[in-house]
């Protein structure tokens, strides 16, 4: 071997750093970066632990072969669409959006990366997927049936309240599936002679001149959509004494009662999406999945400070009683 041969051969060595066996092996196997869009109100805190069991059960631990970048609007809907950008420019490997107004934010900001949507009320209705047999883009997951169970949400007020004659509907103006939520409640209110009173508000607002313009509308009672989920809305309901439905953990913090899909299967079931996306599975094939239990559960304390009594056979029926 000649000298300059010699040296060049050795100076390419000494350029090359030599790596430590962990070093090979974080080359070698690529951290998944599953990031998470959520509107920040209602709390997301119950979805994030549900759909962290779903991935521990699923192999992955955040820290070790995951990691999760997650993005927050902080109750605002204008935000949706800038925290959304911000996990595309992170190069996810895919992202989770909890309800449908992240979900669409998601879909708006990419179509390339993989989006499991989580509880989102209408997927075809609302334009995140083309059926819910075969989906056809990057959006997949898990329904909450939220239109569909609009209707039973009307029959179990009419049972509490046998003299309704109109209730009100606290509605989120800028949710997609505002929309298709309401033609099922009124349609559900239409086919028992009842009246539906719509007042829009924004996750973000007071709700007290939502809460005045209800009044004027003289309801017997108020629901109050998924989205909204705020304790002020129970109090205020409280405070002009109407008997109000909402979600589970607002039933637990006052509302009269609550009737849904149990949030903790159906967001352990998104990390089912997870897992299969990321081993390769497409969204578009990936069938829409729906919720296979739900809960009634009942605020008996709020009923009986509401004067109102809860019918036994109704009780019966409830998962949880509240007293």
Same mark, same amino acid.
């Given at each position: 071997?000649?000298? #300059? ?12 750093? %030599? ?6 092996? /974080? ?13 920040? !109100?209602?709390? $997301? ?24 970048? %997650? ?18 420019? *992170? ?10 107004? $992240? ?7 990419? #179509? ?15 334009? +995140?997927? /083309? !059926? ?9 997951? &898990? ?19 046998? !003299? ?20 099922? +409640? ?5 086919? %028992? ?8 508000? #924004? ?6 001149? /939502?809460?005045? &313009? ?18 002020? =809305?129970?109090? +205020? ?7 109000? *439905?909402? &979600?589970? !953990?607002? /039933?637990? =913090? ?9 949030? @903790? ?12 996306? +990321?081993? @390769? ?16 559960? %009942? ?14 056979? *109704? *009780? ?8």
């Amino acid at each position: 071997m000649r000298r #300059r041969d010699f040296i060049t051969m050795i100076g390419g060595a000494a350029a090359t750093p %030599i790596l430590s066996p962990l070093a090979v092996l /974080a080359q070698q196997t690529k951290v998944p970066v599953i990031g998470v869009l959520v509107q920040g !109100s209602p709390t $997301p805190e119950p979805f994030l632990k549900a759909l962290r069991d779903g991935l521990q059960d699923a192999g992955y631990t955040e820290g070790r072969n995951s990691r999760m970048e %997650i993005r927050s609007a902080e109750g605002r809907a204008d935000l949706l669409p800038e925290r959304a950008a911000d996990l595309v420019r *992170l190069n996810v490997d895919i992202i989770v959006a909890f309800q449908t107004p $992240p979900a669409t934010a998601a879909q708006r900001a990419t #179509r390339e990366i993989p989006i499991v949507m989580a509880g989102v009320g209408d997927p075809v209705g609302t334009g +995140l997927v /083309a !059926s819910l047999a075969r989906p056809g883009g990057n959006v997949t997951g &898990t329904s909450a049936g939220g239109a569909e169970v609009a209707g039973k949400s009307v029959e179990l007020i009419r049972e509490v309240i046998p !003299s309704l004659r109109r209730f009100a509907v606290l509605a989120n103006e800028v949710d997609p599936f505002t929309t298709p939520y309401l033609a099922q +409640l009124g349609a559900a209110a239409g086919s %028992i002679g009842v009246e539906m009173a719509p007042v829009m508000t #924004r996750p973000a607002e007071p709700l007290d001149a /939502a809460f005045e &313009t209800m009044i004027t509308k003289r309801p017997d009672a108020v629901i109050i959509q998924g989205s909204l989920v705020r304790k002020e =809305a129970v109090e +205020l309901a409280m405070k002009h004494r109407l008997p109000s *439905l909402a &979600t589970a !953990s607002l /039933a637990r =913090a006052g509302a009269m009662m609550s009737y849904a899909a149990h949030f @903790g299967e159906l967001h352990r079931q998104g990390a089912v999406y997870v897992d299969r996306i +990321l081993k @390769g599975a497409k969204p578009a094939d990936l069938p829409v999945s729906f919720p296979t239990k739900f809960e009634l559960i %009942i605020n008996l304390k709020t009923a009986k400070a509401l004067g109102l009594t809860i019918p036994p056979s *109704l *009780l019966l029926r409830a998962d949880q009683v509240i007293e």
